[in-house]
């Protein structure tokens, strides 16, 4: 049975800011080793005889803590710590989590448990540990043969270059929140502060730092303070090709060097994630499905997704679903189902609105429960909800999206959404805003700039809306609502022939058969009639 809304908001815990997360300062062992398995703290992986083991990320943060403190008893409240650290989860998960480890681990050569419980304690590493400061015997190659299924990068600490090493400060603390904000997106792992701080002041090239930490993406940066003026250079690299994949420069008056750092990491994070998804996406799409991985068929799908058309879309969505047979429990399988189902509604493709957008919550629904701590998996539900006529679930949602990752710009922009479609136009400004400055690049932009002037247009910013208008349909000028709300801003500020060649052109255009604006007409028909009164201003007919 399908979960309701309201379930999937319960119980919802508190995520650390960056000034609760823990620092390390000194970087651990690279391995561990213990019998046959080796774990490699660096890669997050465990493998055995040089093959991996599926160890989920709980179970290697388990695994870590104990092997950090061999023959020590572990309390059950340190262990729970050491793996929820973000969470307030129940006895039972730690339970769950030690009996699948002792399953998977298998017995000692003496036929006893690697991991013993203590009676009213908790539990200890019952084996002997060795310390491997790099690959040694064979038991680990001495660079990844291949990289992690999923994608993986490493934030070097950013360059201090002004002059003054008291300012190295500013450096590290920015380097150390851009690396923070990086891990709250699931989809790709990002190395801890400990192990990129082992490059501080040292000089190595991307190459270098990919082969030792095992990555495929590396982030360099620098930071220059001049008075209160801070100018922080940014810059993406490819380390296996040593491409650079994105670049961007800073600029900021520093009035509250907290305040700076937090802006600074919001932006690049907001920046990087869908650099690395379009990045991504490209290797996937190049390879054949045939025998393709879950993981596989949901890039491929995503490489399609954003080259926005029917065609891409509905090859994108048979792609989800295939994923989703494939492994029912790969949350982003689900997640992209729901947000190319949303598209397809939204876009006028579908033919079975209702069945589609009931698809789309569904998978929205599953992939939150799969995975309730990803940004996306919120973020389908929100814009999922959207088309559904329920933007009070989709502010909540959004909200989620925020409370879990505050540099997601898609959190933003579809909170930003929910409150237009709500009927708050001047409440919705401010977050659409701030989501079109941390992804200012998106090629599906138009979506949201159209959102903006419509909601500019209804607060009585009749010039702001133009300009938002302006910017959608400099995007998308085949998309039917861009050259609509850029007609209705004309006629509001009386330049009739400019509006009256926006419906020329539309004259042309294919009428889609689904409608951008139908939660507005359903939610807000009064502004639906201004729309229609607008367009019949310029000799057109609105459509019902």
């Not at 003496?110 to 310390?131: E, K, Q």
């Not at 520093?254 to 996406?281: C, H, M, N, W, Y």
């Not at 133009?466 to 959608?472: D, S």
């Amino acid at each position: 049975m399908t979960a309701g809304p309201a379930e999937v908001f319960k119980g919802r815990r508190k995520v650390p800011n960056s000034s609760e997360v823990g620092k390390r300062n000194v970087p651990a062992p690279r391995c561990l080793a213990f019998g046959p398995f080796v774990l490699d703290m660096l890669r997050g992986a465990l493998v055995r005889e040089g093959r991996p083991v599926a160890l989920g990320q709980k179970g290697l943060l388990l695994l870590q803590a104990l092997l950090e403190a061999p023959t020590q008893a572990l309390s059950k409240t340190a262990l729970m710590e050491a793996a929820w650290s973000d969470a307030v989860v129940e006895e039972s998960n730690l339970t769950v989590q030690i009996a699948a480890m002792r399953k998977l681990l298998g017995p000692q050569p003496d036929g006893g448990a690697w991991i013993a419980t203590v009676p009213r304690t908790g539990y200890r590493f019952a084996g002997s540990v060795r310390v491997l400061d790099s690959a040694a015997d064979g038991e680990l190659p001495s660079q990844p043969t291949s990289l992690p299924e999923r994608p993986s990068i490493a934030v070097l600490p950013f360059a201090n270059v002004s002059g003054d090493r008291e300012q190295a400060y500013l450096a590290d603390g920015i380097t150390e929140d851009i690396i923070t904000a990086l891990t709250r997106f699931r989809w790709f792992r990002v190395i801890g502060r400990g192990s990129s701080f082992v490059y501080k002041d040292k000089p190595v090239d991307s190459k270098q730092v990919a082969r030792e930490l095992g990555v495929r993406y590396v982030l360099e940066g620098s930071v220059r303070r001049s008075g209160h003026h801070i100018r922080v250079s940014t810059q993406l690299v490819d380390a296996a090709s040593a491409n650079q994949i994105w670049a961007e420069r800073y600029e900021m008056e520093l009035t509250e060097a907290f305040a700076v750092q937090d802006a600074i990491a919001e932006r690049v994070a907001g920046a990087i994630e869908p650099e690395l998804l379009k990045t991504e996406s490209l290797p996937a799409a190049a390879r054949s499905s045939g025998n393709a991985t879950a993981w596989d068929l949901v890039r491929q799908g995503t490489w399609h997704f954003h080259h926005v058309g029917q065609q891409t879309h509905l090859s994108a969505r048979k792609l989800f679903r295939e994923a989703c047979r494939l492994d029912p429990e790969l949350a982003e399988a689900h997640l992209w189902l729901g947000r190319v189902s949303a598209g397809i509604v939204a876009y006028g493709w579908s033919d079975k609105l209702a069945q589609d957008i009931r698809e789309g919550l569904d998978a929205a629904l599953k992939a939150i429960r799969l995975d309730e701590k990803n940004p996306y998996s919120h973020y389908a539900l929100a814009i999922c909800s959207i088309y559904a006529n329920a933007p009070e679930q989709a502010i909540l949602a959004a909200e989620r999206v925020i409370e879990i990752s505050p540099s997601f710009a898609l959190g933003h922009l579809v909170l930003g959404m929910g409150q237009f479609f709500r009927g708050s136009a001047s409440e919705a400004i401010a977050p659409l805003e701030h989501g079109l400055m941390l992804n200012p690049h998106d090629p599906q932009n138009f979506v949201w700039f159209n959102v903006l002037a419509l909601a500019y247009l209804f607060a009585g910013q009749t010039n702001e809306a133009l300009a938002a208008a302006v910017k959608a349909r400099k995007i998308a000028p085949a998309w039917r609502p861009t050259q609509e709300t850029l007609a209705c801003c004309y006629v509001s500020l009386g330049r009739l022939p400019e509006a009256e060649s926006c419906v020329e052109l539309m004259r042309d255009m294919e009428n889609p058969a689904g409608d951008a604006l139908a939660p507005l007409r359903l939610r807000n028909p009064h502004w639906a009639d201004e729309i229609a009164h607008l367009l019949l201003e310029c000799g057109r007919a609105a459509p019902n």
